[in-house]
């Protein structure tokens, strides 16, 4: 067929699947995947395990080794038929852990780490490079096979230009396809339902090939049956070491290869569709592999001798002028090497990106690490993995010479990755599998496979000096790459596998016995291999899975306190009678522990702890609604305590003001108590001193007279000052009995001005009054007011310093109050003192001359405060102005 | 020789009392009402013996002894501080003031007539 048509098939043939994924992709952004999420397209997405080494390799693997070629098939069919409970656990636990490759399974088991998530993301990429090197080879082949020149005298490219054009082709189509956008749980519906599509074209080209062979070239299956019986193929003899390495190797390919692992676990969308895939995976297998033996017969029969057996599905038709159906051969192939490809490379990639540049990028630019640059970087990331694994698989085809066989270079890769086996199985089923373990497995086993199959596959001196291979590197025969260890007479590809899955699996049972697990390894080991126990586990009590008693001392020590953990548990051994600090870990022990415990975290958080200990479940959704709802109990009852702060914070304000007052009190007491030591000290003073003096006698009488008045106006001033004390207790007391009635205003400052006319009566005041204005009838205690007006004008009197002292007394009534103003004509009283004056004891001049002990003003303002009343200075009137106010009726005591 | 007394003190009476207890003890009393002229008055003729109520109007007792300790003039003057309020507070007060004797109201003329005697060293 002329080149440009072929391009231009394979360029619509593209087109088309392109616009298969685009269309399921737009599918199931609507939700609407329907058939698409189904067990029969999971199966035939599963089939990109038969890449074009299975399409075309498998017929040139037949015609030269014979049946060994259905190892291939047999090792899968092994796995889905007899395994498919490991894959069931595989599923659910990238399902529930939501991985997205091998290496992040790997890693996440292992404690999240990501030293391991590297290396196998560098033995991935390495042991696929020969795979891809194979799908280019492949394509390539096919195309110089079925290229002819156009019409027009146009000569196709050769192989080399072909291969170039082939990997740029599939790098370009792959990251069209696969990195359009980051999708968070790594799953590509349009990719899986186009090699689904892919799947039934190269299923279907090969059967018609198949067909073709039997019914067309042969004389149906009878006559076929002869054929190979007379063909070289059935001298084929089984080799019973190479044909159990083979499957072995296939079968561990089937779940380790990095593609299988993405379409079978990643992008796996129920679990059931597993059970499915158990009995038509095998069965696809067994069709893809039921006309390999009647193509190989025919061919080797049809073909001239030297013929490549790799391309006789595709040079059979052309020899017998199908040129249909040869192209229909053509994209079969076609379709499986892209398929695998693109998948592949897509895997990869995510492993590349995730764990190798996401962790050296984030390294170096922390600050950055959460802005939204992540996204754009992540898939420049995996374009530009797409390109370097695609750019290596085009290398490894240059340098292995691209004239190694197909099924040859697939077996290279499925050695490689083989390496996964030992750390996934151990790391599924057995807990005490730890990371030390994995990372020297996968090492040890990935060196002995690069040293003994991987490297000398470019053949002798192109990495490794033939000299190495023929007597060992630094002459140590032992470790020739192709007989380690003296063992020389094995196959070399079954040499390879030996010995690297041996000490693979050595290293990692070493590594896991001799090291300890983390603790998020431990957690996470007990979460993959009791992954479907859940469900079933007994919610609480103790019955079913107990604990390391280490492992619960750690926990313990961690949460209660290395000390307090310690005599706990020494507490408890010796109650089984056991000496140390490691009881047995018995369910009433385990029930003690976990209530210990919940002392300190909370019930919830102490029993899902327990149960990853116990290794008993996964912590279940309750467990986490219970420790969320624990959360939530804990904070509620942090913010009652805060509120609870707050109003200590009030309470205790509230008594330094009251201890600040209660001070201030104590000091005004103190005050008060010198003040009236003071008060009443004074006039004790002069009776004693002139008491002494009269009793020493020798006097003449008008002095005993004088002394003797003196002691009695001492005495009477006592007197004052201890009424005057009594009344100002009883007022402020407010336990003053009040008499309250109907009394004239007039009649009252009558009474006050008789009465304060005692005081200095040798002072001629003037009053000034408006009588028409005081007839009032005030309801209140008459007495009490009286004695506020007595003490006002008794004060003018003794204050007032004015030549001719006036005292006017003005009356008003506004509402339901009355006010009576005081006003006299002397200097008043100066601003500053004005605070003071009705204080106790807040004597403004000589209190002799005045005669009073400084309680008048504050004895009337407690009696005007039991009046309902007030008594203010009224500043700027002249003189010293009072005003007493009063309600006009006062209905009941003022407490 | 007749030792001069200056009684500074603001109640009559009590100055009154005061100066027949000590006239009649043979000292010649001098008295003063308040505290405002004090200082001038003692530095204008210096007394034998200061008597000093420690609450006066005007200005404190205390202040008074306080200038007139500052004074070399006066520094040395004996000086009996007088105070009606009696607590043990004012009695320290008054001493670190520098008062020679101190005396609580009320008092007894014996008790007053000793103290002034050995005051004017007699």
Same mark, same amino acid.
């Given at each position: 067929?002329?080149?440009?048509?072929?391009?231009?098939?394979?360029?619509?043939?593209?087109?088309?699947?392109?616009?298969?994924?685009?269309?399921?992709?737009?599918?199931?952004?609507?939700?609407?995947?329907?058939?698409?999420?189904?067990?029969?397209?999971?199966?035939?997405?599963?089939?990109?395990?038969?890449?074009?080494?299975?399409?075309?390799?498998?017929?040139?693997?037949?015609?030269?080794?014979?049946?060994?070629?259905?190892?291939?098939?047999?090792?899968?069919?092994?796995?889905?038929?007899?395994?498919?409970?490991?894959?069931?656990?595989?599923?659910?636990?990238?399902?529930?852990?939501?991985?997205?490759?091998?290496?992040?399974?790997?890693?996440?088991?292992?404690?999240?780490?990501?030293?391991?998530?590297?290396?196998?993301?560098?033995?991935?990429?390495?042991?696929?490079?020969?795979?891809?090197?194979?799908?280019?080879?492949?394509?390539?082949?096919?195309?110089?096979?079925?290229?002819?020149?156009?019409?027009?005298?146009?000569?196709?490219?050769?192989?080399?230009?072909?291969?170039?054009?082939?990997?740029?082709?599939?790098?370009?189509?792959?990251?069209?396809?696969?990195?359009?956008?980051?999708?968070?749980?790594?799953?590509?519906?349009?990719?899986?339902?186009?090699?689904?599509?892919?799947?039934?074209?190269?299923?279907?080209?090969?059967?018609?090939?198949?067909?073709?062979?039997?019914?067309?070239?042969?004389?149906?299956?009878?006559?076929?049956?002869?054929?190979?019986?007379?063909?070289?193929?059935?001298?084929?003899?089984?080799?019973?070491?190479?044909?159990?390495?083979?499957?072995?190797?296939?079968?561990?390919?089937?779940?380790?290869?990095?593609?299988?692992?993405?379409?079978?676990?990643?992008?796996?969308?129920?679990?059931?569709?597993?059970?499915?895939?158990?009995?038509?995976?095998?069965?696809?297998?067994?069709?893809?592999?039921?006309?390999?033996?009647?193509?190989?017969?025919?061919?080797?029969?049809?073909?001239?001798?030297?013929?490549?057996?790799?391309?006789?599905?595709?040079?059979?038709?052309?020899?017998?002028?199908?040129?249909?159906?040869?192209?229909?051969?053509?994209?079969?192939?076609?379709?499986?090497?892209?398929?695998?490809?693109?998948?592949?490379?897509?895997?990869?990639?995510?492993?590349?990106?995730?764990?190798?540049?996401?962790?050296?990028?984030?390294?170096?630019?922390?600050?950055?690490?959460?802005?939204?640059?992540?996204?754009?970087?992540?898939?420049?990331?995996?374009?530009?993995?797409?390109?370097?694994?695609?750019?290596?698989?085009?290398?490894?085809?240059?340098?292995?010479?691209?004239?190694?066989?197909?099924?040859?270079?697939?077996?290279?890769?499925?050695?490689?990755?083989?390496?996964?086996?030992?750390?996934?199985?151990?790391?599924?089923?057995?807990?005490?599998?730890?990371?030390?373990?994995?990372?020297?497995?996968?090492?040890?086993?990935?060196?002995?496979?690069?040293?003994?199959?991987?490297?000398?596959?470019?053949?002798?001196?192109?990495?490794?000096?033939?000299?190495?291979?023929?007597?060992?590197?630094?002459?140590?025969?032992?470790?020739?790459?192709?007989?380690?260890?003296?063992?020389?007479?094995?196959?070399?590809?079954?040499?390879?596998?030996?010995?690297?899955?041996?000490?693979?699996?050595?290293?990692?049972?070493?590594?896991?016995?001799?090291?300890?697990?983390?603790?998020?390894?431990?957690?996470?080991?007990?979460?993959?291999?009791?992954?479907?126990?859940?469900?079933?586990?007994?919610?609480?009590?103790?019955?079913?899975?107990?604990?390391?008693?280490?492992?619960?001392?750690?926990?313990?020590?961690?949460?209660?306190?290395?000390?307090?953990?310690?005599?706990?548990?020494?507490?408890?051994?010796?109650?089984?009678?056991?000496?140390?600090?490691?009881?047995?870990?018995?369910?009433?022990?385990?029930?003690?522990?976990?209530?210990?415990?919940?002392?300190?975290?909370?019930?919830?958080?102490?029993?899902?702890?327990?149960?990853?200990?116990?290794?008993?479940?996964?912590?279940?959704?309750?467990?986490?609604?219970?420790?969320?709802?624990?959360?939530?109990?804990?904070?509620?009852?942090?913010?009652?305590?805060?509120?609870?702060?707050?109003?200590?914070?009030?309470?205790?304000?509230?008594?330094?003001?009251?201890?600040?007052?209660?001070?201030?009190?104590?000091?005004?007491?103190?005050?008060?108590?010198?003040?009236?030591?003071?008060?009443?000290?004074?006039?004790?003073?002069?009776?004693?001193?002139?008491?002494?003096?009269?009793?020493?006698?020798?006097?003449?009488?008008?002095?005993?007279?004088?002394?003797?008045?003196?002691?009695?106006?001492?005495?009477?001033?006592?007197?004052?000052?201890?009424?005057?004390?009594?009344?100002?207790?009883?007022?402020?007391?407010?336990?003053?009995?009040?008499?309250?009635?109907?009394?004239?205003?007039?009649?009252?400052?009558?009474?006050?001005?008789?009465?304060?006319?005692?005081?200095?009566?040798?002072?001629?005041?003037?009053?000034?009054?408006?009588?028409?204005?005081?007839?009032?009838?005030?309801?209140?205690?008459?007495?009490?007011?009286?004695?506020?007006?007595?003490?006002?004008?008794?004060?003018?009197?003794?204050?007032?310093?004015?030549?001719?002292?006036?005292?006017?007394?003005?009356?008003?009534?506004?509402?339901?109050?009355?006010?009576?103003?005081?006003?006299?004509?002397?200097?008043?009283?100066?601003?500053?003192?004005?605070?003071?004056?009705?204080?106790?004891?807040?004597?403004?001049?000589?209190?002799?001359?005045?005669?009073?002990?400084?309680?008048?003003?504050?004895?009337?303002?407690?009696?005007?405060?039991?009046?309902?009343?007030?008594?203010?200075?009224?500043?700027?009137?002249?003189?010293?102005?009072?005003?007493?106010?009063?309600?006009?009726?006062?209905?009941?005591?003022?407490? | 020789?007749?030792?001069?007394?200056?009684?500074?003190?603001?109640?009559?009476?009590?100055?009154?009392?005061?100066?027949?207890?000590?006239?009649?003890?043979?000292?010649?009393?001098?008295?003063?009402?308040? +505290? #405002?002229?004090?200082?001038?008055?003692? !530095?204008? @003729?210096?007394?034998?013996?200061?008597?000093?109520? %420690? =609450? $006066?109007?005007?200005?404190? +007792? #205390?202040?008074?002894?306080?200038?007139? !300790?500052? @004074?070399?003039?006066?520094?040395?003057?004996?000086? %009996? =501080? $007088?105070?009606?309020?009696?607590?043990?507070?004012?009695?320290?007060?008054?001493?670190?003031?520098?008062?020679?004797?101190?005396?609580?109201?009320?008092?007894?003329?014996?008790?007053?007539?000793?103290?002034?005697?050995?005051?004017?060293?007699?």
């Amino acid at each position: 067929m002329p080149f440009n048509l072929l391009v231009l098939s394979c360029l619509a043939y593209v087109i088309f699947l392109f616009a298969v994924a685009w269309w399921a992709e737009r599918r199931a952004a609507r939700g609407r995947l329907g058939w698409l999420q189904s067990p029969l397209i999971y199966t035939l997405s599963l089939s990109i395990y038969c890449t074009a080494w299975t399409f075309y390799g498998a017929v040139g693997y037949a015609a030269r080794s014979g049946l060994e070629f259905l190892t291939i098939y047999l090792g899968p069919t092994i796995v889905f038929v007899g395994w498919w409970w490991m894959l069931r656990k595989l599923v659910r636990i990238g399902r529930r852990q939501g991985v997205t490759s091998i290496a992040d399974l790997l890693s996440s088991r292992f404690g999240k780490s990501n030293l391991l998530g590297v290396i196998v993301t560098v033995i991935a990429v390495v042991a696929a490079t020969p795979y891809i090197a194979l799908q280019l080879q492949s394509v390539t082949l096919s195309f110089s096979v079925f290229a002819s020149p156009t019409d027009d005298g146009l000569t196709p490219p050769g192989t080399e230009a072909t291969a170039i054009w082939v990997a740029t082709g599939l790098a370009i189509f792959t990251i069209l396809f696969g990195t359009r956008n980051l999708d968070a749980k790594e799953q590509h519906h349009g990719i899986v339902t186009a090699i689904a599509v892919e799947a039934v074209v190269k299923l279907v080209a090969l059967v018609a090939v198949g067909v073709f062979v039997v019914w067309g070239l042969a004389d149906g299956p009878f006559d076929m049956k002869a054929r190979i019986h007379a063909s070289s193929i059935s001298d084929w003899n089984l080799q019973p070491g190479r044909w159990a390495g083979l499957m072995f190797a296939s079968g561990a390919a089937v779940v380790c290869l990095p593609r299988m692992f993405q379409v079978m676990v990643v992008e796996n969308a129920d679990e059931r569709h597993l059970s499915t895939a158990s009995w038509a995976f095998p069965l696809y297998l067994f069709a893809m592999s039921l006309f390999i033996v009647p193509i190989a017969v025919m061919g080797l029969e049809r073909l001239p001798a030297g013929a490549n057996a790799d391309m006789f599905v595709l040079t059979l038709p052309l020899a017998e002028g199908q040129g249909a159906l040869a192209m229909l051969a053509f994209l079969g192939g076609f379709s499986s090497a892209t398929s695998m490809v693109i998948v592949e490379s897509i895997a990869l990639a995510t492993m590349v990106s995730n764990h190798i540049v996401m962790p050296v990028w984030l390294r170096l630019r922390p600050a950055k690490g959460m802005s939204g640059d992540v996204r754009r970087l992540v898939l420049l990331a995996r374009r530009i993995s797409i390109a370097v694994v695609l750019g290596l698989g085009y290398a490894y085809y240059r340098k292995s010479g691209g004239s190694a066989t197909l099924a040859a270079i697939g077996l290279i890769a499925f050695a490689g990755v083989a390496q996964f086996l030992p750390a996934m199985v151990f790391g599924l089923f057995w807990r005490g599998a730890t990371r030390v373990g994995a990372v020297l497995g996968l090492s040890v086993g990935f060196v002995i496979w690069a040293y003994t199959l991987f490297l000398p596959s470019f053949g002798p001196d192109a990495v490794i000096p033939a000299l190495v291979f023929a007597e060992g590197p630094w002459g140590l025969d032992w470790l020739r790459p192709r007989a380690l260890f003296g063992v020389g007479a094995m196959d070399p590809l079954i040499h390879a596998l030996f010995w690297s899955m041996t000490l693979n699996t050595a290293a990692f049972l070493i590594g896991s016995l001799f090291t300890f697990p983390g603790p998020v390894e431990r957690m996470q080991g007990a979460a993959f291999v009791h992954v479907f126990d859940s469900a079933a586990a007994n919610p609480r009590g103790w019955q079913r899975g107990l604990a390391e008693p280490e492992d619960l001392l750690v926990m313990s020590q961690r949460i209660m306190g290395d000390e307090d953990a310690l005599a706990f548990f020494e507490a408890e051994a010796k109650d089984q009678g056991k000496a140390g600090y490691l009881p047995d870990p018995s369910p009433q022990f385990m029930a003690r522990l976990e209530r210990r415990l919940a002392g300190s975290v909370g019930a919830a958080t102490a029993h899902a702890m327990m149960s990853q200990l116990a290794g008993r479940a996964t912590v279940t959704v309750e467990d986490l609604m219970a420790v969320a709802s624990e959360s939530a109990q804990i904070m509620e009852y942090s913010a009652r305590l805060e509120s609870q702060q707050d109003e200590l914070t009030r309470t205790a304000r509230a008594l330094r003001e009251a201890n600040d007052k209660l001070t201030q009190l104590s000091v005004q007491k103190d005050a008060f108590l010198s003040q009236i030591s003071h008060e009443l000290r004074t006039p004790m003073t002069s009776i004693r001193a002139f008491s002494e003096i009269l009793t020493e006698g020798d006097l003449p009488a008008p002095m005993v007279a004088h002394y003797g008045r003196i002691i009695h106006d001492e005495a009477r001033r006592l007197t004052r000052l201890l009424d005057d004390l009594l009344d100002l207790s009883v007022l402020e007391n407010g336990t003053v009995q009040l008499n309250l009635g109907l009394t004239n205003l007039s009649q009252m400052i009558d009474r006050a001005l008789a009465s304060a006319s005692h005081t200095k009566p040798e002072r001629s005041f003037t009053i000034h009054r408006d009588l028409p204005m005081e007839n009032i009838f005030l309801r209140t205690d008459a007495d009490r007011l009286v004695q506020v007006f007595i003490n006002l004008i008794s004060n003018a009197r003794k204050y007032c310093d004015a030549t001719a002292p006036e005292l006017r007394i003005s009356v008003r009534q506004k509402g339901g109050r009355v006010t009576i103003d005081f006003i006299d004509n002397g200097s008043g009283i100066p601003q500053d003192s004005q605070a003071l004056i009705f204080e106790k004891f807040a004597r403004l001049t000589d209190q002799t001359r005045a005669g009073g002990a400084g309680l008048g003003l504050a004895i009337c303002r407690e009696v005007m405060a039991n009046l309902g009343g007030t008594i203010t200075y009224l500043p700027g009137q002249g003189g010293a102005a009072f005003r007493v106010a009063v309600p006009l009726r006062l209905e009941q005591q003022v407490a | 020789m007749t030792p001069r007394v200056l009684l500074i003190e603001d109640e009559p009476n009590i100055t009154e009392a005061i100066r027949f207890i000590l006239s009649r003890d043979g000292c010649e009393v001098v008295t003063l009402a308040d +505290g #405002l002229g004090a200082v001038q008055a003692v !530095r204008k @003729d210096v007394p034998d013996l200061l008597i000093l109520d %420690l =609450m $006066l109007p005007g200005v404190s +007792g #205390l202040d008074i002894l306080v200038q007139l !300790r500052s @004074d070399p003039a006066t520094a040395r003057l004996p000086v %009996l =501080m $007088l105070t009606a309020k009696g607590q043990g507070r004012d009695r320290e007060a008054a001493e670190r003031a520098g008062a020679n004797h101190f005396m609580t109201k009320p008092f007894s003329n014996d008790d007053m007539r000793a103290a002034v005697r050995a005051l004017t060293g007699r």
